[in-house]
């Protein structure tokens, strides 16, 4: 079993509409989680990190469930310019980057 | 503002042969990494350094040689490239030394190379 679970996608979404996807990930001591979004043949580039509490980022909302072991991103009122693959990474319990681990990625795609 | 850049960025070698990927950054992070990319599978973790001189092995290091004699560069070598390192290859570097859950990860645009 993977580390760290995303649904592939794609997501196809219209342009205006709400889109939500989880990523589950199996260590139980995992301390810091992140989405970072990839665009196609190009780099990922942080989106916005998982507080406990749940946050906003504009139209980006990422939530915590520790008892359940997701997160989830949720976006709303889409841009055709959201369209990319989303990445689920997770960090564990030491205190090294060399522990984060990455999901294999969610794609949406934002119609007009 | 340089950041990090890889070269080259596009790479064709023949099986056999040894090739050299560059990771170069510019603001003297202490966290290098290097992850490879295939479809189907997240981000793998091949080699990361700490600092200068201080390498570690990450998930899937076997065919790979890293090497960090100075901060901003941490280029990664395929002792004999096989078909099987054909991938997309990121470079990445990190100011974190704390668990914060502001750090971040920048990653360079990646180096994809074919071994045919």
């Known amino acids: 079993r993977k580390e760290v679970e995303q649904d592939p996608g794609p997501f196809n979404v219209p342009e205006g509409a709400t889109v939500a996807f989880n990523c589950t990930y199996s260590?139980?001591?995992?301390?810091?989680f992140f989405w970072y979004r990839q665009d196609c043949r190009k780099e990922p580039k942080l989106l916005m990190s998982?507080?406990?509490s749940g946050n906003e980022d504009g139209r980006f909302t990422a939530q915590l469930n520790r008892a359940s072991q997701y997160i989830s991103l949720l976006i709303r009122d889409s841009k055709l310019s959201d369209s990319a693959t989303y990445l689920c990474?997770?960090?564990?319990?030491?205190?090294?980057?060399?522990?984060?681990?990455f999901g294999a990625g969610t794609q949406v795609v934002v119609t007009p | 503002d340089a950041g990090i850049t890889q070269s080259p960025r596009y790479k064709i070698t023949e099986t056999g042969r040894q090739v050299t990927l560059m990771c170069h950054q510019t603001?003297?992070?202490?966290?290098m990494f290097w992850y490879r990319q295939d479809l189907g599978h997240g981000l793998r973790l091949i080699y990361y350094?700490?600092?200068?001189?201080?390498?570690d092995k990450g998930e899937v290091p076997d065919g790979y040689v890293v090497s960090r004699s100075k901060t901003e560069n941490f280029p990664l070598t395929l002792e004999s490239a096989t078909r099987s390192q054909t991938s997309v290859y990121f470079c990445?570097?990190?100011?974190?030394?704390?668990?914060?859950?502001?750090?971040?990860?920048?990653f360079g645009e990646g180096s994809w190379l074919t071994v045919v």
């Open positions: 990445a570097s990190s100011e974190v030394i704390r668990d914060s859950s502001g750090n971040t990860i920048y």
């Open positions: 260590n139980s001591a995992s301390q810091s």
């Open positions: 998982v507080y406990s």
């Open positions: 990474v997770v960090k564990g319990s030491t205190d090294s980057w060399g522990k984060l681990q």
């Open positions: 603001w003297s992070h202490s966290y």
């Open positions: 350094s700490a600092a200068a001189d201080i390498t």
